[in-house]
């Protein structure tokens, strides 16, 4: 039996996007195609559940860990959920805004629809807007 390379772990997008395909296989055998297995001195393959499973969990963004920021202090993450606050306010929060990299003093155009919130964000240095959209 000819020996097989061994292929790199698929991340991100790469990974759902090859599980996705794979739908109809095993999950011992999605996770060998995806790059998560070692060999053995004697040959044999062994499955990386855990660093599979691992891996498909960050690539859909949950966390599961509530890991300290780089100045030490805990804080919330990011949830990708939030509610209206008594006061009316829907508050999107430091984890949100940290992880797009906005900056105090950054503008938005805001558009309603039926089920969603569009924030298009005002640059008056560039042309292209970005777009952030929260669906309900």
Sequence with gaps: MP???KIEPLVGEELLKKVKEL???SK???AKQCGYYTVTKN???RVNMMKFLNALIDAEGIQLDSS???NGRGGRSASYRISV???GNLLIGAAYT???NLQPGDEFVITLGKKHIRLRQVDLESTEDAEVE???
Aim: no cysteine; charged share 35%.
């Design 134 to 136: 929260a669906t309900a």
């Design 3 to 5: 020996k097989q390379k």
């Design 28 to 30: 011992d055998d999605k």
């Design 23 to 25: 739908e109809a296989i």
């Design 85 to 87: 606050q008594q006061n």
């Design 43 to 45: 040959g044999i393959e």
């Design 68 to 70: 300290p920021s780089a």
């Design 98 to 100: 940290k992880q797009m």
